[in-house]
């Protein structure tokens, strides 16, 4: 994240305000925090059906909250002097900081005995101490967690998501659509295929590689530069949010490891890759040989998140994961721009391995600037 400069926000704004064009597209790519939920992922339901819904990584799900004073409050407790009143609400069930869109802490994800920045794994589970109790879950990790007074917290004493939080991200994003690319699934093919058994009978078709990545940025004709910020886009949330679909959490497209595109990211000084997908990359993967360089050969291997390692651990890479990218991806199809400024700040958790986030992209079109877009989907009101 220390890479993203002034010039680098400045090349941002010059993708967005690309000359030759009518205007400005706003688009915000976060699912609700507290939306619903896929069924699939929840005893007795048929999965791998959608029945639509927010996608949710297994053992994690929706956040719940409610009003605790609104219009029919009888103690009108939020009523002022002069008959101003408010509603208001609380958070009343966990809030995973990773249940939704969210961005990853550099310390969420390791191997070995370091993080990144080769801080102890001991660093994971750091306390925090409070003057003030309050009420909350005793112990989260309990199989039945009780309610009970909350004096001290344990989270990531190095490198937690408050820098990119208090940082903030700015720079030139660049949409691959993968899934428009060389999809076969979905409509119009702009889906990339489910891979029901990626360690037995991988679906190539569901991986994607460098020369996946370079080839649709060619196709596009987008020059990647270094210091881009990366979204990925696959057809994963349009797939959850079709009743008719098939959806696996475990079979979902993505990233494939190679160390190719380890050296190429470092390379490159990419400091942010996003993607439509609960992880970025494929959560299981065959890792062979072709894939390795020289005196590598024998890690070859089943893996479960081997990029994390990699990204997070040793390159310090931010990963955005679970993006809604359908409006932006079917905009750039359109007028062929697939470029522009993305800005992002998770929501600031002190120690917190990871952090809700509303990434807004302005973009350059051939269209009106007031239409479409976020605003579109919502209404504008006056």
């Known amino acids: 994240m220390n890479l993203l400069d002034s010039e680098d926000a400045f090349e941002g704004m ?7 064009k009518k205007g400005i597209r706003k ?5 609700p925090t507290t939306g619903f939920g896929i069924d699939a992922l929840h005893a007795g339901a048929d999965s791998p059906t959608t029945d639509t819904g927010d996608p949710m990584f297994p053992g994690r799900f929706p956040a719940r909250r409610d009003n605790w004073a609104d219009a029919s409050d009888d103690t009108l407790a939020l009523t002022t002097p002069g008959g101003m009143a408010f509603a208001d609400d609380a958070v009343i069930a966990p809030l995973y900081l990773q249940g939704a869109t969210h ?36 112990d989260l990790k309990q199989d039945e967690p009780e309610l009970g007074q909350i004096s001290k917290t344990y989270g ?69 530069r270094e210091h881009d910020i990366l979204l990925i886009r696959t057809g994963a949330i349009e797939r959850t949010q079709d009743p008719n679909a098939e959806w696996d959490p475990f ?17 490159m000084d990419i400091p942010y890759i996003g993607a439509d997908n609960l992880a ?12 390795l ?12 998140l081997p990029l994390h390692g990699a990204f997070l651990r040793d390159l310090g890479v931010s990963l955005n994961e679970v993006l809604d990218l359908s409006e932006l991806a ?25 952090g809700p986030v509303n990434p807004v992209v302005l973009k350059a079109t051939d269209g009106a600037g007031e239409e479409g877009g976020s605003e579109g989907r919502r209404g504008r009101g006056r």
């Not at 010059?14 to 030759?20: E, L, P, Q, S, V």
């Not at 688009?27 to 699912?31: D, V």
């Not at 990119?164 to 990339?192: C, E, H, M, N, Q």
């Not at 970025?280 to 894939?291: A, L, M, S, Y």
């Open 251 to 267: 079979g979902e497209p993505g990233l494939t490891y190679s160390d190719d595109l380890i050296e190429w990211v470092h390379e």
């Open 280 to 291: 970025v990359e494929q959560i299981f993967q065959t890792v062979t040989e072709d894939d």
């Open 156 to 224: 990531l004493g190095e490198a937690d998501i408050s820098y990119a939080a208090g940082t903030g991200i700015a720079g030139r994003g660049v949409l691959l659509d993968v899934g428009r690319y060389k999809g076969s699934d979905g409509p119009d093919d702009s889906w990339l295929p489910l891979d029901a058994n990626p360690l037995e009978e991988a679906e190539p078709d569901a991986a994607i590689t460098l020369d996946d990545l370079k080839a649709t940025a060619d196709a596009q004709g987008v020059r990647l």
């Open 103 to 138: 961005v990853d802490a550099l310390g969420h994800g390791w191997y070995g005995d370091k993080i990144y920045n080769g801080f102890d794994i001991d660093t994971t589970h750091t306390p925090r101490e409070f003057d003030i109790d309050v009420d909350g879950i005793e």
């Open 330 to 354: 079917a905009q750039c199809a359109e007028d062929g721009i697939y470029e522009f400024l993305f800005t992002a700040a998770p929501l600031n958790f002190e120690m917190g391995t990871g």
């Open 27 to 31: 688009f915000t790519l976060q699912l």
């Open 293 to 304: 360089g020289e005196g590598r050969k024998s890690l070859h291997g089943n893996y479960a």
């Open 14 to 20: 010059n993708a967005a305000m690309k000359r030759g």
